[in-house]
């Protein structure tokens, strides 16, 4: 099983970028499509990104598409998440997981080893 644990997070004005980190313990980590979810206070936990387990493929919320970029590193037991063109309502806590099979779901509920998550904030 994997163990994630998220950093990267911060108060950054609307227009600004955040690179998101999620950093995988176990030797599994290259067997696992990846996700990134984000829950806001009030909203239920929302898909934002994933990935395939070799990085060939990624998938996107709409709300998200072509301003956030999702990659890995298998080398490092990494997934990023690049955000720019940050608005307001990208405001709430990021989380990473790992999901067997692939495309990767866009639901939290097949995911596994979620971590802390990451406090993201843009002022307006």
């Known amino acids: 099983q994997v163990q994630l644990v998220e950093s990267g997070g911060g108060l950054v004005q609307a227009g600004g970028s955040l690179r998101l980190s999620c950093a995988a313990s176990?030797?599994?980590?290259?067997?696992?499509?990846m996700g990134w979810f984000r829950q806001a206070p009030g909203k239920e936990r929302e898909f934002v990104a994933a990935?395939?387990?070799?990085?060939?493929?990624?998938y996107y919320a709409d709300s998200v598409k072509g301003r956030f970029t999702i990659s890995r590193d298998n080398a490092k037991n990494t997934v990023y998440l690049q955000m720019n063109s940050l608005k307001p309502e990208d405001t709430a806590v990021y989380y990473c997981?790992?999901?067997?099979?692939?495309?990767?779901?866009?639901?939290?509920?097949?995911?596994?080893?979620w971590g802390q998550g990451t406090q993201v904030t843009v002022s307006s």
């Open positions: 990935i395939s387990w070799s990085g060939g493929s990624t």
């Open positions: 176990g030797r599994t980590f290259s067997s696992y499509a």
């Open positions: 997981a790992a999901v067997l099979g692939e495309p990767p779901s866009r639901i939290a509920g097949p995911y596994d080893g």
